[in-house]
Structures are given as structure tokens and as C-alpha cells.
């Protein structure tokens, strides 16, 4: 999955840096071509990045729950000892 996310993002980053290239002689082909590369990247590289990075994780470790907040003063006072 890791390897597929690299591709996309440097296919991405490519079709960007063409676009522009290609923007200085067919304004309308590099504007196409620029366009294309950022849709790709919101609506493809963006939602596997997030998923892969998000899979395996649990959500309530991110959130402040009453556990989690009782952790967080214990921490705090055994630090300010």
C-alpha cells in the first residue's frame, strides 16, 4: 500500500510540474493538465493516505474521554513531584 501512496503522490507531483512546463507555450493543455493532477490528489492520493494511516489506530486514544483525562493528571502530578 505504501509503495502504490509513493507512486500516486510523485505521479501527482509530476503531472503538476508538466502542467506548468507545458503552461508557458498551451496555457489552455497545462491548465488541463494541472487540473487533472490536483483532482487526482484530493479525490485519490488523499483518501488512501488517510486510510492507511489510520487503520490499524484507535480513536479513543485520541479523544478526551474521562480515562483519558484521569491518565493525563496522574501524569502531570507525578512530573510536578
Given at each position: 500500500m505504501k509503495n502504490i501512496i509513493s507512486?500516486?503522490?510523485?505521479?501527482s507531483i509530476l503531472g503538476i510540474s508538466i502542467g506548468f512546463y507545458l503552461k508557458s507555450g498551451d496555457e489552455i493543455l497545462g491548465n488541463k493538465i494541472i487540473g487533472t493532477s490536483v483532482t487526482f490528489m484530493v479525490f485519490v492520493f488523499m483518501p488512501l493516505f488517510i486510510y492507511d494511516r489510520w487503520k490499524d489506530k484507535k480513536l479513543s486514544d485520541y479523544t478526551f474521554s474521562d480515562e483519558n483525562l484521569k491518565k493525563m493528571k496522574a501524569k502531570s502530578s507525578k512530573s510536578n513531584k
Open positions: 507512486i500516486f503522490f510523485f505521479l
